[in-house]
């Protein structure tokens, strides 16, 4: 439904509540949205942000309910990831006169995007307005929040801030605004879920995305998905975690977890023993030992990427690392992992390719992987664990020399 929301923004959105993953790796458990909306000066009619391809026809029906689609003059892509640009290609054909107002980069994903070429472009620099008449939207550049693409689309005289991803959220409610949301502690959780998801390889442009619009007396912040924020809603809230969650971690104890699966305990061996040997060189260091079936994906992955070091174990079975190894290292930051200090290490009965998979991987993603790993047949012996215990104490003498 075409929902106003001033008398000059409309939200012309679609609801997904159905929606149980995203983009193939993130979890929905409550759904999305692909919020879009108009915005009408007195002489042009802006769209910001279009929507996902599947759900053309209902978005369609939304804008005609605010305005025909030919009076359209400007399409704002403040991103252009097909969840909001999918639809472009048809909507420009209904949409004669419009301009398609992108960042450079966004300008040259388009192209991919619709395959077309023949579609007016405004490249929108920093700082750059258009005049709608009475209402002007002026363009920041937001670079990496979360795309080269990103930018925000400022309206002072509504003092309203289209976000795009920034400040968004995988979270469906049947109401699009904040301050009648039902269920706030399911939505406080899928705004840290997406956050990592979405943000977390960008700390630093989050910061200074923060930065950018700090001087901003934002009223309603128009995200693209989630419900809409106002000023006395969660919009101050959103903004404090976003600032909380983006600063650097301000502590000098070294943070080395080991996580690790066992099918008969005997690659949990090992990881105990590699814990005394790290606590041994490093006795005021953090070193969780985390069964990785024991856990939450999410949680294992966020410990991880919060990590100064960390070691991986599996056994090997079927000549491989087991799925649940696998699992955590595919939700690992690939940006931001890179040279990280890590030790492989694991017990196998025939042939024990897991460690050296392992290490493969975690070469490929440019962790720094140390030394060849640990192996051991079957069940780990005295000797074994004093071999263990020794390699956690050099790769820990390692860590120290950095
Ligand atoms: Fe919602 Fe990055 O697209």
Redesign the pocket.
């Known amino acids: 439904m075409g929902n106003k929301i001033t008398n000059n923004i409309f939200s012309v959105g679609v609801l997904n509540p159905a929606l149980r993953v995203f ?1 193939v790796v993130m979890r929905t458990e409550f759904g999305t949205s ?1 919020n879009s909306y108009i915005i009408k000066g007195c002489e042009k009619t802006a769209l910001v942000e279009v929507c996902h391809a599947s759900f053309f026809e209902y978005y369609l029906d939304n804008i005609k309910e605010v305005c025909d689609p030919a009076e359209i003059d400007y399409i704002v892509l403040n ?1 252009c ?4 640009s999918g639809a472009l290609r048809k909507m420009l054909e209904l949409c004669p006169k419009a301009k398609v107002v992108v960042s450079r980069a966004g300008s040259i994903y388009l192209k991919g995007i619709t395959n077309l070429t023949d579609f007016r472009v405004v490249i929108a620099k920093d700082g750059d307005i258009i005049d709608l008449g009475e209402r002007e939207l002026k363009f920041i550049s937001a670079p990496f929040l ?2 080269p693409d ?1 930018m925000f689309t400022w309206c002072e005289q509504e003092k309203a801030l289209f976000s ?2 920034f400040f ?1 959220c995988h979270y469906c409610e049947p109401n699009l605004f904040d301050i009648h949301m039902t269920y706030d502690k399911s939505y406080e959780k899928e705004l840290k879920n997406y956050f990592d998801g ?1 943000f977390g390889p960008f700390l630093s442009y989050v910061r200074a995305g923060l930065e950018k619009i700090a001087d901003l007396d934002i009223k309603i912040n128009l995200n ?2 989630g419900p809409v924020l106002t000023k006395n809603g969660k919009l101050p809230y959103v903004m404090k975690m976003y600032k909380q969650w983006s600063m650097l971690k301000q502590s000098d104890t070294k943070k080395i977890p080991i996580f690790y699966c066992s099918a008969y305990g005997n690659t949990g061996k090992i990881a105990n023993a590699l814990r005394g040997g790290v606590k041994s060189v490093l006795s005021d260091a953090e070193v969780k030992i985390y069964d990785i079936n024991e856990y939450d994906i999410a949680f294992l992955s966020s410990e991880l990427m919060q990590s100064d070091a960390f070691m991986i174990g599996s056994p090997t079975i079927n000549a491989d690392a087991v799925p649940p190894v696998w699992v955590l290292l595919s939700h690992v930051d690939a940006i931001n992992i890179k040279k990280r200090p890590a030790f492989v290490f694991g017990s196998f009965g025939w042939s024990g390719e897991a460690v050296p998979n392992i290490i493969t991987r975690l070469e490929n993603l440019k962790v720094k992987v140390f030394g060849e790993g640990f192996k051991v047949n079957f069940v780990p012996t005295d000797e074994d664990l004093e071999k263990a215990e020794q390699q956690g104490k050099e790769f820990a003498q390692m860590l120290i020399k950095e």
């Open positions: 983009d692909y991103h990831e097909p969840d909001h979360h795309w990103s795009c991803d968004g979405i693209s998905h």
